[in-house]
């Protein structure tokens, strides 16, 4: 038994490092974690801004990933990449699972871009109703671990996590005017 379910194929992870490409091949972690939506923007003053994203993953490893930090990049009607913004969080981690069990988690990340929020969303709907993919890439510290025990660890990983995104069901971009009313970065409660 390999130890993951293989998702329906969307956004799913590339590790970019060959050597703990090869280590990871055993867990399928370039098969079994994806993302599964964006769900929502919250824009609030002086850049400050948060993305909802709803994380997939099955498996009978725990992945950590530690100060994941992505550049977002999508391709416009032409095929040409335009980098939209950064998204970072302090850990995002994804669960033991049982059997062909699917576990959902919604993370809301920082996000830091140069564009107007009513820009940022225009970009992020055309890209996702167009059905061209959606890039998330950059870096990230990365723990392995099964039964408490940690398998294997990389620093300063580069991970990619890309292809056709959807947007949630209630997707929408939410305006405020104090950071105060951002959502606090980390996993959804």
Not at 27 to 33: A, D, L, N, S, V
Not at 41 to 60: A, N, Q
């Amino acid at each position: 038994m390999l130890g993951f379910v293989a998702l329906p194929a969307s956004a799913e992870v590339k590790i970019h490092d060959p050597v703990v490409s090869v280590l990871a091949k055993p867990y399928g972690i370039e098969k079994r974690i994806r993302l599964a939506s964006i769900d929502a923007l919250h824009f609030g003053p002086d850049g400050k801004s948060r993305m909802v994203l709803t994380l997939e993953s099955s498996g009978v490893k725990e992945v950590t990933l530690n100060r994941p930090a992505f550049r977002v990049e999508c391709g416009d009607a032409s095929g040409k990449r335009e980098t939209l913004g950064e998204l970072q969080v302090g850990q995002i981690v994804f669960p033991v699972t049982d059997g062909n069990e699917v576990v959902r988690r919604s993370y809301v990340v920082e996000l830091r871009s140069e564009l107007s929020g009513a820009e940022f969303t225009r970009k992020i709907r055309e890209a996702a109703g167009a059905g061209r993919p959606i890039r998330f890439i950059g870096r990230s510290d990365m723990v392995v671990r099964s039964d408490g025990a940690e398998d294997f660890s990389r620093g300063g990983l580069k991970l990619e996590l890309s292809g056709t995104t959807r947007l949630g069901r209630s997707f929408k971009p939410m305006w405020h005017s104090s950071v105060k009313k951002l959502p606090a970065c980390g996993l959804k409660r």
